[in-house]
T-cell receptor
Framework: DGGITQSPKYLFRKEGQNVTLSCEQN?????MYWYRQDPGQGLRLIYY???????QKGDIAEGYSVSREKKESFPLTVTSAQKNPTAFYLC???????????????FGPGTRLTVL | QQQVKQSPQSLIVQKGGISIINCAYE??????FPWYQQFPGKGPALLIA?????SEKKEGRFTISFNKSAKQFSLHIMDSQPGDSATYFC??????????????FGQGTILTVHP
């Protein structure tokens, strides 16, 4: 089955610790994205990557870092610099069309991070 | 200019009724407008999408109406069912531009359909 997997589903972190969220896709999609979801605020873009070894900051990148060493993988690290990291984190991917246009964005099942 | 404003924040509808969710955008470069459906604890899934060359798109009980001059689009759910109870997000992007699919989301609408 093609899709996006995120792990773990639930994650607990102590204040001051870095933590890495995994995102893997087997859809052969070019672009991958990380969003943060908080109640009543919709989805906010953290980072995105259009190709391997390249990524750009989204609207709320402070306190987060990413890497894109393989096409299918886009891990997100929540660092201790992120002041309010408790949230639901969603990874997504999309394929570029023949004219360069973007297509449907597919989402993973999400990781709920709680800082204790 | 990147905002997408969505209303209402929550909506309660009786089974069989019509659910209507509205969105407004500012960026005239947006040319792809998807709607996503999200159930609790799950990732959003694409429900229906429209491009501005048409004013309406229908898929089953779900219809998008698009008003380019007003920069507004809306989702209509006909014959609403309890299984439609979920959070709905509108979004917008410049699909062919350098943003490469970077979606701007509305704030979400929590829909509850009573039996």
């Amino acid at each position: 089955d093609g899709g996006i997997t995120q792990s773990p589903k639930y994650l607990f972190r102590k204040e001051g610790q870095n933590v890495t969220l995994s995102c893997e896709q087997n859809l052969n999609h070019d672009a991958m994205y990380w969003y943060r979801q908080d109640p009543g605020q919709g989805l906010r873009l953290i980072y995105y990557s259009q190709i391997v070894n390249d990524f750009q900051k989204g609207d709320i990148a402070e306190g987060y870092s990413v890497s894109r060493e393989k096409k299918e993988s886009f891990p997100l690290t929540v660092t201790s610099a992120q002041k309010n990291p408790t949230a639901f984190y969603l990874c997504a991917s999309t394929r570029r069309g023949p004219r360069g246009e973007s297509n449907e964005q597919f989402f993973g099942p999400g990781t709920r991070l709680t800082v204790l | 200019q990147q905002q997408v404003k969505q209303s209402p924040q929550s909506l309660i509808v009786q089974k069989g009724g019509i659910s209507i969710i509205n969105c407004a955008y500012e960026n005239t470069a947006f040319d792809y407008f998807p709607w996503y459906q999200q159930f609790p604890g799950k990732g959003p899934a694409l429900l229906i999408a429209i491009r501005p060359d048409v004013s309406e798109k229908k898929e089953g009980r779900f219809t998008i109406s698009f008003n380019k001059s007003a920069k507004q689009f809306s989702l209509h759910i006909m014959d609403s069912q309890p299984g439609d109870s979920a959070t709905y997000f509108c979004a917008a992007t410049n699909a062919g531009g350098t943003s490469y699919g970077k979606l701007t989301f509305g704030q979400g609408t929590i829909l509850t359909v009573h039996p």
